[in-house]
């Protein structure tokens, strides 16, 4: 049974930084690219970052470039992501998902609308509140 659980979020003011973290049990963690979605109240599903299982291709949305950092290390089946100079629009409930999708980071790259997708592994979130 695949298990996919995030930790790390909670509330803070604007221009702090979190640490969010993503282990997955159950599959071949290294088979797999870890992507990090958020979904705020009434807007759409963001694919905010993905990193390949080899971490050679990382992806970032324009609203978080420079701002977040993802990482991995596939010996704890774990995924990172490192946000920083954080910003009252970045409030949203963040999740991971583990795509065995090859060239998936680049298809977050391609495409904007995620709302009708259908993970096949995704965690329940983590929330993130970011006050001004």
């Known amino acids: 049974q695949v298990q996919v659980v995030e930790s790390g979020g909670g509330s803070v003011q604007a221009g702090a930084s979190l640490r969010l973290s993503c282990t997955i049990s159950g599959l071949t963690f290294d088979d797999y690219a870890i992507a990090w979605f958020r979904q705020a109240p009434g807007k759409a599903r963001e694919g905010v970052s993905c990193?390949?299982?080899?971490?050679?291709?990382?992806y970032y949305a324009d609203s978080v470039k420079g701002r977040f950092t993802i990482s991995r290390d596939n010996a704890k089946s774990t995924v990172m992501l490192q946000m920083s100079s954080l910003r009252p629009e970045d409030t949203a409930l963040y999740y991971c998902a583990a795509e065995a999708h090859t060239g998936f980071c680049d298809l977050l790259r391609e495409h904007s609308s995620w709302d009708q997708y259908q993970h096949n592994y995704r965690g329940q979130g983590t929330q993130v509140t970011v006050s001004s």
């Open positions: 990193i390949s299982w080899n971490a050679r291709t990382t």
